[in-house]
Nanobody
Framework: QVQLVESGGGLVQAGGSLRLSCAAS????????MGWFRQVPGKEREFVSA????????YYGDSVKGRFTISRDNAKNTVYLQMNSLKLEDTATYYC????????????????WGQGTQVTVSP
């Protein structure tokens, strides 16, 4: 089993930056692809970013491309999401996810999910 715990969410002004972390349990962390999703009440969960198990491949949703950066530190069993130039539209609950395939960009492909962390961007 894998447990994921997000942290780093909070309130930030538009144009500011925030760094989210996702700590994963288990010694097989390096075999999982990792991803970030976000969700606003009343809307479906949206893909934000993904990173392959070795960290060599990354992918971003169009809405965050050029502003967000995903990374991972397998020695620390942690993935990160650096969010820069934040916009009001980035306000959402952000979820960390893991997939056993090694890389995924679709919700259905992920096997484990964190509890989410709230990010609120103010004017």
């Amino acid at each position: 089993q894998v447990q994921l715990v997000e942290s780093g969410g909070g309130l930030v002004q538009a144009g500011g930056s925030l760094r989210l972390s996702c700590a994963a349990s288990g010694r097989t962390f390096s075999s999982y692809g990792m991803g970030w999703f976000r969700q606003v009440p009343g809307k479906e969960r949206e893909f934000v970013s993904a990173i392959s198990r070795g960290g060599g491949t990354t992918y971003y949703g169009d809405s965050v491309k050029g502003r967000f950066t995903i990374s991972r530190d397998n020695a620390k069993n942690t993935v990160y999401l650096q969010m820069n130039s934040l916009k009001l539209e980035d306000t959402a609950t952000y979820y960390c996810a893991a997939d056993r395939r090694g890389f995924a960009t679709k919700r259905m492909e992920y096997d484990y999910w964190g509890q989410g962390t709230q990010v609120t961007v103010s004017p």
